[in-house]
């Protein structure tokens, strides 16, 4: 590529254009042929995950009959619905809080614990929890035992920070004034929250609790170190099968999460747009 | 006024009850570790002892360096503190080489498709992680499907080894992290303005000159924020060294867990997370004061 010349120098734009877009093609292949590929094999007759042994559902029948995933499956629902629903009110009290109460004392320290769990490595997060959940238990007799409760809190932590940063970046691009014409109008401060921000806020809120949501429903990590016997959620579930190889079993199962989340974004996604 | 004080209250309570929380659950915890990564091993529930005990009516501190001493003096530690930087460093270059001419390319698209473009990088990041990696296991293993497609296609004749070496390990970091490199790239490179590369070329500049002297220079703070969303996590990682590094892997997260769960040894786990926080805190203070400065730079031309 030394040819100089307007000419040439036209041909090597697109010849740099085509290598953009070949390596951007190659990029959404490698993000999605892994996905592509375990939906495909789940549907495959054999045990064997390397022979094709023809098209069947024999496996999502295998896991619609297993008791392990079912109970599993229902506990994570129910940890990640408790916890983003806790982590929803928390983070949007804490966005409230930097954006409109401005300089409060330890501000800093806060907005540090905002940053922090986003990118703390999990192990850290998880044997951090235990620990402060035995040690609560030892001193206070509070928890007793590690299970529901504690993936609740847990998770509600770690989203809660996430939660935060999506509802501020809204809220401080929001118009003060509605709310503050309300106010002039004899409403308390809340009431005119409630009444004309938390509406305009309804699409950040929602994106928030969806993120909780299916963070939650992610981890495993986290999970692993802060629950207790009997109170397996479906990663831990997941992780401990997929330790042992490859099973025709979790392709079924991978196959149903990637495609309920996939429809969930697509609907919350055209939704908002809808909205906008 | 009784109304003025209900709302100092009510604002009081809404910046105390998140500050309570994140101090509760998230800055506790921390200095509970660091207590612990201190404290005597014991056999028994919890398996540590008490950093302080009572001595003639005096609290007296019962704490040891020997955990640490334990990092320094086993070599499968060293190696896992060391191999861990190392295979994070190695991704986040992998990571960078994939993700910047995605972002160039997202960036330079047509207006109307960029955002659909961008929404295809970030849709796999909402479906689950566990799974994803897991999707890598039968692609990669020696019967897989990898070694299937090259081998019928006459590229090579025995399967190659790849899963459970540090190049699966390399792969499945890129795979899970690469949406964190792309969209601060994409963030820095969308911003920038055209006209700048209009008059270089104007200049008589070639499209690798610009690209060298115009675009990567401007792109340079994306650079920076997306190299150290995907190396601190990665430092950490835990999932992927267990599912594709296999046994020989030896990264910090996979050494954590395995003495906690396996030697319930918890003063060692816990000077491990120290010794883990400490190697990400210079990149941790990093990431905050860029992301103080985006942000600065955000609302100022906003």
Known sequence: MTAAGGENGARMVGASRLGLLSLLGFGYAFLYLPILVLMVWSFNKSRLVVIWGGLSTRWYGVLAHDPRFLDAAWLSLKVAATSATLALVLGTLAAVALVRFGDFRGRNLFMALIAAPLVMPDVIIGLALLLMFVALGQTVGWPSQRGFTTLVIAHATIAMTYVAVVVRARLGQMDHSLEEAAMDLGARPAKAFALITLPLLAPSLAAGWLLAFTLSLDDVVVAQFVTGPGATTLPIEVFSSVRMGVSPEINALGTIIVLVVAVGILAAWRLMRARA | ?302
């Not at chain 2, 955002?115 to 019967?143: E, H």
């Not at chain 2, 910090?252 to 867990?257: F, V």
Request: aromatic fraction near 12%.
């Open chain 2, 1 to 302: 006024m009784s109304g003025g004080r209900a709302n100092l209250w009510g604002a009081r309570l809404v910046v105390a009850l998140p500050f309570l929380w994140l101090a509760l659950f998230f800055l506790a915890p921390f200095l509970i570790v660091a207590a612990i990564s201190l404290s005597h091993a014991r056999i028994g529930i919890p398996p540590y002892e008490p950093v302080v005990v009572w001595r003639h009516h005096w609290p007296a501190a019962n704490i040891t360096f020997n955990n640490f001493a334990r990092l320094f003096r086993d070599d499968l530690y060293v190696a896992a503190y060391f191999g861990s930087l190392k295979i994070a460093a190695i991704s986040t270059l992998l990571c960078l080489g994939l993700g910047y001419p995605m972002a160039l390319a997202i960036a330079r698209a047509r207006p109307d498709r960029r955002n659909l473009l961008l929404m295809l990088v970030i849709l796999p990041f909402w479906t689950s992680f566990l799974i994803r990696v897991y999707a890598w296991m039968g692609i990669l293993k020696d019967q897989g499907l990898l070694n299937l497609l090259l081998k019928s296609l006459g590229i090579i004749h025995h399967s190659l080894v790849i899963l459970d070496t540090p190049t699966a390990v390399y792969i499945g970091i890129v795979y899970s992290y690469l949406p964190f490199m792309i969209l601060p790239l994409y963030a820095t490179l969308e911003r920038q303005d055209p006209a700048l590369l209009e008059a270089a070329a104007d200049l008589g500049a070639r499209p690798w000159r610009t690209f060298l002297s115009v675009t990567l220079p401007l792109s340079f703070p994306g650079i920076v924020a997306g190299c150290l969303l995907v190396f601190i996590p990665a430092v950490g990682e835990y999932v992927i060294p267990d599912l594709l590094g296999g046994s020989g892997s030896n990264m910090l997260g996979k050494a954590l867990w395995d003495v906690f769960a396996l030697d319930r040894d918890w003063p060692t786990a816990s000077a491990l997370a120290v010794a883990l926080l400490v190697a990400l805190i210079v990149p941790l203070a990093l990431l905050q004061r860029l992301q103080r400065r985006l942000a600065r730079t955000v609302e100022a031309g906003s």
